[in-house]
């Protein structure tokens, strides 16, 4: 259109059409009785103004960046991986719980995004930029206009992209990527593209603009405009003491789940320590297995002589496993499309082992992740989710399909939770890992009153090293003393 920019409420339909037949699904009963399961929550103190908005190169996902802004275009759909993020976040923060949510369908989605429940609008104001491949320029009122960078899945300023933020994706320099955004800018469908484009470019109309633009704060107070919107005046007269303190960095996760939670990888001697869990394509005798026996072998408190490594042939790698008790699986497959080396393993008991049941090996990170780790770490993971999802579905499809990989996809709780299809609390599924900072603090503190993080685990086995240690000498002085005794009555007897 021209003049200004149109604005899409996903989900809402015109006043005069039809209502549209649905069939039922498991979640309709829970999506009925959705907007009375609000509760009364405490406002959150109002946030900073963010704008004129400055990612210094690093940029947004769609969630940080609907959170910092209230901002979301319609490419993120709301049944999306990041779209149901965002319309949970909404919900939960204006007390709505989201029970079932596990259950529900492309459409649930989008009934839980609109104005009487999350009320999550997802703009229309963007447009594909001409000869790069699924790039999206992004625009809004009050000068905002962000470059959408597909495979880092992550939105930049016009700044960064100057600074050459998108020249490797685009396979191009910042004058290329420019150029190429400009070209847009140009062409009269989109004066609303060119009015902000302006304004972000311009330092001095930036921040002007930035006076009037909303950003999410608090209902209720002060200053705000009625809508969790808190402009610049009403934040001013605040005063600096009501602004919320920095938040405190969460403690370094132990477990290997804390760990996943948060994005992170998980070596492979980590996750046999705690999960007895190795597999045979690291070789028996490889720097993987060697770093495997290695750590099994200092936490049984017997550990290897440093020349092992260079002198030791691969057999005696082999014994050592089987004295360590390490017993190398065959359940894994190769991820050919993602890269040479990866692999998706699988653990047929992970649900007893109370571990995940399907994992990924990314050799350039040396690490096992798991879906719900690619999943948090977002522009930072070794591979896109979406295209692990992709590539293990393939796998588990392809003929012969390998052994084992369906029935532990069917119990692996990312697996599903990623997919929206996680079955009820009854139904046993493997750990999961798509929590987040807080399931991780969960996870170690439920370790650590188990007694089973790996620092407690290592000083446990120092300690039975030593109790054994020492029931040894004792025996063995029992012995000497016994033989003494023996050699004394002998003496008396003649």
């Known amino acids: 259109r ?10 809402v339909a015109p006043a005069d059409a039809p209502p549209a037949p649905r069939s039922p699904s498991p979640s309709s009963a829970a999506l009925g009785s959705f907007a009375l399961s609000a ?53 939960e923060a204006k007390g709505i719980k989201m029970t079932g949510s596990s259950d529900w369908r492309k459409e649930d989605w989008i009934e839980a995004a609109k104005p009487e429940r999350g009320d999550v609008t997802f703009l229309d104001t963007f447009a594909s930029v001409p000869s790069l491949r699924g790039f999206r320029i992004c625009w809004a009122e009050h000068g905002v206009a962000l470059l959408y960078v597909p495979g880092k899945r992550r939105f930049y300023t016009m700044t960064d992209v100057k600074n050459g933020v998108a020249n490797a994706k685009a396979d191009t320099d910042a004058d290329g990527v420019i150029a190429a955004i ?22 001095a109309a930036a921040a002007a603009a930035a006076a009037a633009a909303p950003y999410p704060g608090s209902d209720d107070a002060d200053g705000g405009d009625g809508l969790g919107l808190l402009t610049r005046e009403g934040e001013a007269s605040r005063g600096a003491t009501d602004r919320p303190t920095k938040r405190q960095p969460a403690p370094e996760p132990q477990t290997c789940v804390a760990k996943w939670c948060v994005g992170r990888g998980v070596s492979a001697a980590a996750f046999h320590a705690e999960y007895g869990v190795h597999f045979d394509f ?27 490594v260079i002198e ?38 992970a649900v007893e082992r109370e571990c995940p049941a399907v994992c990924i090996w990314a050799p350039e990170e040396n690490a096992y992740y798991t879906l719900g ?17 992709r590539a293990i579905v393939g796998v588990a499809k392809s003929t012969p ?27 046993p599924t493997s750990v999961g890992t798509t929590g987040g900072e807080m399931a991780a603090v969960v996870a170690d503190a439920a370790a650590a009153k188990a007694g089973t993080l790996p620092s407690q685990l290592a000083a446990r086995k120092v300690e039975e090293a030593e109790e054994a240690e020492e029931e040894e000498e004792e025996d063995e002085e029992e012995e000497e003393e016994g033989g003494d005794a023996a050699t004394a009555a002998a003496a008396a007897a003649a």
């Open 2 to 11: 021209r003049g200004g920019a149109k604005t899409t409420r996903v989900g």
């Open 39 to 91: 509760t009364s929550t405490t406002p959150s103190p109002p946030r900073v103004n963010p704008h004129p908005l400055d990612s210094g190169g690093v940029g947004w996902d769609a969630v940080e960046l609907h959170d910092l802004t209230g901002l979301a275009w319609a490419f993120t759909t709301p049944s999306s991986t990041d779209g149901r993020k965002i319309t949970r976040k909404a919900c």
């Open 182 to 203: 400009e070209s847009i800018r140009k062409k009269e469908a989109n004066a609303s593209f060119a009015e902000a484009y302006a304004i972000a470019t311009d330092p």
């Open 282 to 308: 690291h070789g028996p005798a490889g720097v993987i297995s060697q770093d495997v026996v290695s750590a099994a072998a200092e936490a049984a408190g017997s550990p290897l002589p440093p020349s092992a």
């Open 312 to 349: 030791w042939p691969k057999q005696r790698w082999v014994d050592a496993m089987e004295e360590h008790g390490i017993e190398p699986s065959g359940a894994h497959a190769p991820l050919s499309s993602i890269g040479r080396g990866w692999k998706v393993c699988w653990v047929g008991d």
């Open 373 to 389: 780790s690619l999943s948090a770490a977002g522009a930072k993971a070794p591979a896109p989710v979406e295209a692990a999802i």
């Open 401 to 427: 399909p390998p052994k084992g990989l369906k029935a532990a996809l069917t119990t692996d709780n990312d697996f599903l939770t990623l997919l929206g299809r996680k079955p009820s609390e009854e139904t």
